[in-house]
């Protein structure tokens, strides 16, 4: 039917008790309530975490099957270290990223756009391809990344639901630009790997995390960790290589 929105398709998860899952970025904020919801779900699950004291303090207060692990996703060696010392992982959702701040094309630098990219994208890209040969391992392999809905071209090109069109066009070009590129990484990662996998991306909404610090808005994380939890559990026979809000609906590009 015409401007019916697309919602993902209910089902049963594929998964048994004991799955691995993990989740980069996840001593704060969203990762950290995604990874407590994985455990609820009978997971194993590994924190990642650029300060390993952090992550080993979250995972501490996640409890049992909470497992902290060293990982920059900036740095090469701290990802074939973590890739190495993970041995199984069934869920890989990319959660870690930075906002530099910044303003349009006329008041950002470079470095901030660098920056933004090294860790948004590049980092995104490096720790997928680390962990594809574990990943291609598992009966049901997911990736999740998690994206931003100011990333969408069609939502940033006129009035959305999602945010203030007026105030915001044009802005943001480091952090929104580079959550444009991770929404077509998760597209041709998915028409890469085929349907054994499901790759999908998730616009989590504006949360009250460390990426929006001092911003007085911003809902509960763990509304958004909802939304990542459903991309984490999709059965086999549902859609890939799409962006997805945390209500789960469907995002246009």
């Known amino acids: 039917m015409a401007g019916e929105v697309e919602r993902l398709p209910e089902g049963a998860s594929p998964f048994a008790t004991g799955a691995v899952g993990l989740v980069t970025g996840a001593n704060s904020g969203i990762g950290f309530a995604i990874a407590q919801q994985l455990l609820g779900h009978g997971f194993s699950v590994w924190i990642g975490a650029r300060n390993l004291e952090r992550g080993q303090r979250a995972a501490e207060a996640l409890g049992e099957g909470a497992h902290a692990v060293q990982l920059d996703v900036t740095d090469a060696d701290s990802i074939a270290a973590a890739a190495e010392h993970i041995g199984e992982l069934d869920i890989l959702i990319n959660n870690a990223g930075i906002n530099p701040g910044g303003e ?37 392999p997911r990736i999740v990344n ?3 809905g100011t990333g969408s071209l069609e939502w940033t090109s006129g009035p959305n639901p999602q945010f203030d069109w007026e105030r915001v066009q044009g802005g943001g070009l480091a952090y929104r630009s580079s959550k444009t590129a991770v929404n077509a990484v998760t597209l041709l990662t998915a028409q890469a790997l085929g349907d054994h996998f499901k790759v999908n991306a998730l616009a989590p909404g504006l949360r009250a995390t460390n990426l929006i610090a001092g911003m007085s808005v911003g809902g509960d994380p763990a509304e958004a960790a909802v939304g990542a939890i459903r991309l984490a559990l999709l059965p086999d026979d549902a859609p890939t290589g799409a962006l997805w809000s945390w209500d789960g609906t469907r995002v246009p590009w």
Request: charged share 20%; glycine share 4%.
């Open 146 to 148: 998690i994206s931003s």
């Open 104 to 140: 349009d094309i006329v008041g950002t630098p470079l470095e901030q756009l660098r920056r933004a990219y090294e860790t948004n994208v590049f980092g995104l890209i490096a720790v997928t391809q680390a962990f594809l040969p574990t990943l291609r391992r598992s009966p049901h």
